[in-house]
């Protein structure tokens, strides 16, 4: 702060000695909106960590204050500290931590020279309405059905992909169903900027939904979503995962138990509205990795199902158990879209979601099915002989069954695994890597330590990292763990190297042009609300215009950008977990 701002607040007393009594309620500060300064655009909660990051190379004032956001009066000070490491553009960057505040408010931050912030609030419950649009925006993302406008809003919708006139595509025919044979398999979300529908990616999203449930169950569980089954005798949130389900269920062939890979058109659809796509739909290959998946799901909806239908929840264990039997039948069926094509007609472009090794969805579906029926042969597949933890994510979801796991363990139940406890000692190392790794950079957060972060989807490393930090806490209820995933939330809601906050709707920077075609056939409209878009990614495999090929700048909001501003099921639902988790930890 300038002299005379310092002196607007300063009383001179004492006639022989001036010594300056400030009172910072009555200093103000009034320089204009500076996008140097990066922070939630949301809030905080009065008890957590409070921290933003100011870009500039030296500030000439190294003390930062917290302003109310009408009068620009300053209720707090504190001083900048200079980050360990400089950000990837080889910018430095200083800290503001203003943790020790925490009168509820709306409010600004401040630098002498640089500039104030986006406001903010301080608040209990301050993501309690980013939660419940995070698992709302699956609503959104709802085929089948017509979006009412008492539901829906402006973002009503007519119905759409009743799938009830899908073709086996030539590379998925089976005796009894040959090529071309019609089968019904409705329901279900759009996977992501596009209108298909992939067992592979609804795989690690249900997977992640359900272990929501499983591990915050009292507070999820209580959540109104205000859909159209809001009230009934059920959560809010199994409502929603239950759509989803039930289209996957209608994906394994009943007579030998195998699962399609996918239910798509040839190609994808253009930029128009789900009820404007009106293209032949097919499903195509059965895969190991599908069976996997579909395998895990279904054990763990056996368990998150069976207070709620009992026959629902033993139809799913049977489906799982068939679909492992297929698995190890068939152990290395993997897809390959182009080799499909060489062979099959018509060609399929869409997402191929092909993976060159399926021994970590071994581990994930036997874990899953292991805890549903205790069966110790599935565990002859859950290997723990683990050298590094590896992040989840649609091609690598091993430890999507070590958590589960671990959930199982602190039920008080007994894992009877060789090496069981190194696997949770190897997780909790890597996890105190993550926080010590956080304090020494840039933007003070677990996101991006690594370059290779920044990937296709970078939003959901961020929310997966922040899962696993919860992870940590749940095992051992150390704060701290719970405190850095809160730094990697405040990474996705603005304190970051962009200045978005990536949630379609929530921030005051948001994206207003996503890769997402409901919301770009209708540009008249702002963007479905509650999205969160894939972020930054240097592969920049779209050709679309980038300002910037540093990593973690590599972001461009624009609806062609589907390499860094699309939408996808497999990225919100990380993103659902966190943000919720993280209510339910605060209340």
């Known amino acids: 702060m300038s002299i005379k701002h310092f002196l607007k607040g300063c009383v001179a007393i004492l006639p022989l000695l001036v010594f300056a009594f400030c009172t910072p309620e009555a200093s103000t500060f009034d320089e204009p909106f500076s996008e140097k300064l990066r922070l939630n655009q949301i809030g905080f909660y009065p008890n957590s960590s409070k921290v933003a990051v100011i870009l500039s190379e030296d500030p000439e004032d190294k003390n930062f204050y917290v302003l109310d956001a009408e009068s620009n009066e300053v209720v707090h000070e504190g001083d900048l500290k200079e980050a360990e490491k400089k950000t990837l553009s080889e910018k430095v960057s200083w800290i503001a931590d203003f943790s020790g505040f925490e009168v509820a408010g709306k409010y600004k931050l401040g630098v002498p020279g640089i500039g104030s912030s986006y406001a903010f609030t301080i608040e209990e419950n301050v993501h309690a309405d980013l939660a419940k649009a995070s698992l709302r925006a699956f609503y ?28 086996v595509h030539p590379s998925a025919a089976s005796p009894k169903r040959p090529e ?66 039930k289209w996957m269920l209608e994906m394994q062939d009943p007579e030998d138990g195998g699962v399609y890979h996918k239910l798509t058109t040839a190609s994808f659809e253009g930029r128009v509205m789900p009820h404007e796509a009106t293209s032949q739909r097919y499903v195509v290959a059965k895969s190991t990795g599908a069976a996997l998946n579909f395998a895990a799901v279904m054990a ?60 970590d969805e071994f581990v994930w579906a036997a874990s899953e099915l292991w805890v549903s029926t205790q069966d110790e042969s599935y565990l002859e597949d ?113 304190r970051n190297a962009t200045g978005f906050s990536y949630v379609t709707g929530h921030g005051s920077k948001t994206p207003m042009d996503p890769h997402h075609r409901p919301s770009g056939a209708e540009p008249d409209k702002e963007p479905i609300p509650g999205l969160i878009v894939g972020g930054p990614n240097p592969g920049q495999q779209d050709d679309c215009e980038y300002e910037s090929e540093v990593p973690d700048e590599s972001f461009v909001d624009d609806y062609c950008s589907y390499a860094s501003n699309e939408i996808a099921i497999n990225w919100s639902a990380p993103f659902a977990y966190l943000v919720v988790a993280l209510e339910a930890i605060h209340n």
Not at 140 to 167: I, N
Request: some cysteine; glycine content about 6%; charged content about 20%.
């Open 300 to 359: 763990q909806a056996y368990r998150v199902f069976s207070t709620y239908d009992q026959a629902l929840s033993e139809r799913c264990l049977e489906a799982s158990k068939d679909a492992w039997r297929w698995a190890k039948k068939n152990p290395n069926i993997l897809y390959r879209q182009n080799e499909m094509n060489q062979r099959f007609d018509p060609d399929v472009t869409t997402g191929a979601y092909g993976d060159s090794s399926v021994e």
């Open 180 to 245: 071309g044979t019609v089968i019904s398999a409705p329901y279900g979300w759009y996977d992501a900027g596009d209108y298909n529908k992939y067992i592979v990616n609804s795989g690690i999203t249900m997977g992640t939904l359900m272990s929501l449930f499983e591990d915050f169950g009292n507070f999820a569980g209580g959540l109104d979503l205000e859909i159209p089954e809001s009230g009934d005798s059920n959560p809010d949130i199994l409502d929603e995962i239950y759509w989803n389900l």
């Open 382 to 494: 859950v290997s723990t002989e683990v050298s590094s933890f590896s992040l989840p994510n649609w091609n690598t979801v091993n430890w999507l069954g070590y958590y589960t796991l671990f959930r199982h363990e602190r039920a008080g139940n007994r894992i009877p695994l060789e090496n069981f406890d190194a696997v949770k000692a190897l997780f909790m190392e890597t996890m105190d890597d993550y926080i010590k790794s956080a304090q020494e950079s840039a933007y003070h957060v677990v996101m991006g330590q690594d370059v290779k972060d920044f990937v296709w989807g970078s939003n959901s490393v961020a929310a997966n990292q922040g899962i696993a930090l919860i992870q940590a806490y749940l095992l051992s209820e150390r704060d701290e763990y719970v405190q850095y995933a809160l730094h990697n939330l405040d990474y996705i809601l603005g």
């Open 140 to 167: 959104y993302q709802r085929m089948s059905t017509e979006l009412l406008p008492e539901h829906a809003g402006k973002w009503a919708r007519p119905s759409a992909h009743p799938d009830d006139q899908v073709m």
